[in-house]
């Protein structure tokens, strides 16, 4: 008979943080998703969010990529009250401790901005956070990072244009 692993609660947090979060993707990547999915989709994102904040190493940064990725799952699900909420909670932390940012993380909090104002109907805010995190994804120094924005922000540019 196997034993079963016992897990701390701060483990418990760390497994189910990465988990969770790493579930997201391909429900995110998925085109045509039906009700059932996008609700796993924010389901997924907030307990990903509730057990990156349960972590003792968990910093603001971690909640605001955790504030983000409930955002981009709310404009997914074309969920107009939520999305903005948690798109400006994500700005809202961003804005707290700078310093805990990396180069990418105003950019990405701008296009959640973005998503989410559009999907309200709130065509000028959008572009105007839009053109502010094209400016800001120009500067992102890592090779890596920046091409992913650069995909990212383009998929953000071809929802607005629908």
């Given at each position: ?91 809202a932390i961003t804005n ?67």
């Amino acid at each position: 008979m196997s034993e079963e692993k016992q897990y701390t609660i701060a483990e418990a947090n760390k497994y189910f943080a990465v988990k969770f979060n790493n579930a997201i993707w391909p429900l995110l990547e998925k085109p045509g998703k039906t009700e059932e999915e996008n609700n796993e989709l924010i389901n997924l994102a907030h307990a990903s969010l509730l057990h990156w904040s349960k972590r003792p190493d968990c910093k603001k940064i971690n909640l605001q990529r955790g504030e983000y990725m409930i955002a981009v799952a709310y404009t997914e699900a074309k969920r107009k009250e939520p999305a903005l909420y948690h798109a400006k909670r994500c700005k809202a932390i961003t804005n707290e401790d700078p310093e805990e940012n990396d180069d990418f993380d105003l950019p990405y909090s701008l296009l959640a901005l973005a998503g989410a104002f559009y999907l309200n109907g709130f065509k000028e805010e959008a572009d105007k956070y839009l053109e502010e995190a094209q400016k800001l994804g120009d500067s992102i120094k890592g090779e890596v990072d920046k091409k992913i924005f650069m995909e990212d922000l383009r998929s953000c540019l071809k929802m607005n244009e629908k």
